[in-house]
């Protein structure tokens, strides 16, 4: 089990990313959650196995369709057993 801090930066708010980041988080049975800052950009913690983790965090730096990813910073972290996804 990985934990994984992700914070994306772009054109990020607006596009759906939050809700189509948590379809994919349950599709591949990654838990944590997502949500927006108030600089306009978007930040997730991503807990799972670590390929599951991978695609998430892969998936992120192309995002939702009509995003426009700029910049992903990824930040390992002690996993705390969540068991959902949320969009915060």
């Known amino acids: 089990m990985i934990r994984y801090r992700v914070l994306i930066s772009g054109r990020v708010q607006g596009v759906a990313y ?6 994919m988080a349950e599709q591949h ?3 944590g959650w997502v949500r927006n800052l108030p600089d ?5 913690v991503f807990e799972g196995r ?3 983790v991978g695609r998430l965090v892969d998936w992120s730096r192309r995002g939702p369709r009509f995003a426009e990813v700029a910049d992903v910073r990824v930040h390992a972290e002690e996993p705390e057993g969540i068991s ?3 969009i915060r």
Do not use: I, K, L, Y
């Open 18 to 23: 939050r809700d189509s980041c948590r379809r």
């Open 29 to 31: 049975g990654v838990n």
């Open 40 to 44: 306009g950009s978007v930040e997730a």
């Open 50 to 52: 670590p390929d599951d």
């Open 84 to 86: 959902e996804f949320q």
